[in-house]
């Protein structure tokens, strides 16, 4: 069983650092790739990045200089920071299990957490 789950705060205001939690219950997390993606309203899915099996990470370009994800393996626990937000970063964020021996899918997914950025 691989049980995904985000938190974090629901509302922060713009130029605030945004921080989620991805708890992952079952495997460890280095048996598999870590990405958090996001569905913007009217713009649909965005992939953010990764975390690999190593700890190595892949960050989207677009986001390359606000993002950062990082991972606790003695906790199960991938972290994602988003620095300097605006309301354009309104989203459901999701973690995801990426299995690259599996052509990249994006299998196991958590329930979504939905953030607001005001301005």
């Known amino acids: 069983q691989v049980q995904l789950r985000e938190s974090g705060p629901g509302l922060l205001k713009a130029s605030h650092t945004l921080s989620l939690t991805c708890t992952v219950t079952?495997?460890?997390?280095?048996?598999?790739?870590w990405a958090w993606i996001r569905h913007l309203p009217g713009k649909g899915m965005e992939w953010m990045g990764l975390v690999t099996y190593e700890g190595g990470t892949i960050v989207s370009p677009p986001l390359k200089s606000r993002a950062t994800i990082s991972r606790d393996t003695a906790k199960n626990q991938v972290f994602l920071q988003l620095n300097n937000v605006t309301p354009e970063d309104t989203a459901v964020y999701y973690c995801?299990?990426?299995?690259?021996?599996?052509?990249?899918?994006?299998?196991?997914w958590g329930q979504g957490t939905q953030v607001i950025v005001s301005s």
């Open positions: 995801t299990r990426q299995r690259p021996s599996r052509g990249n899918q994006n299998d196991v």
């Open positions: 079952g495997p460890a997390i280095t048996t598999a790739y």
